[in-house]
Nanobody, 126 residues
Framework: QVQLVESGGGLVQAGGSLRLSCAAS????????MGWFRQAPGKEREFVAA????????YYADSVKGRFTISLANAKNTLYLQMNSLKPEDTAVYYC???????????????????WGQGTQVTVSS
């Protein structure tokens, strides 16, 4: 199993930036494809971004493409989400997720995922 802990959320003004981190512990980090999801109040959880094992490939939701960047630091067992040009509609609880895969090709980036973190709140004020 792998344990995931998110951090880096907070309150930011529209147009600002935040970087979320997801620290992984447990089994070898490089065995996993990773993803970020978010859930706003009263809405269903939605896909944000995904990255393949060892960071070979990435995939983004249209709503964040060009503004958010997903990346891996395998040596640190950490997943990142750099969020720029934030908008009030980006306000949500952000979750990282992991699934063990054999290939470095990113497939089924939207899921399903096997492991989830507890989430970190991001609030963007207008």
């Amino acid at each position: 199993q792998v344990q995931l802990v998110e951090s880096g959320g907070g309150l930011v003004q529209a147009g600002g930036s935040l970087r979320l981190s997801c620290a992984a512990s447990g089994r070898t980090f490089s065995r996993y494809a990773m993803g970020w999801f978010r859930q706003a109040p009263g809405k269903e959880r939605e896909f944000v971004a995904a990255i393949s094992r060892i960071g070979v490939g990435t995939y983004y939701a249209d709503s964040v493409k060009g503004r958010f960047t997903i990346s891996l630091a395998n040596a640190k067992n950490t997943l990142y989400l750099q969020m720029n040009s934030l908008k009030p509609e980006d306000t949500a609880v952000y979750y990282c997720a992991a699934k063990e895969v054999s290939s470095t090709v990113l497939t089924a980036g939207k899921g399903p995922y096997d492991y989830w973190g507890q989430g970190t709140q991001v609030t963007v004020s207008s």
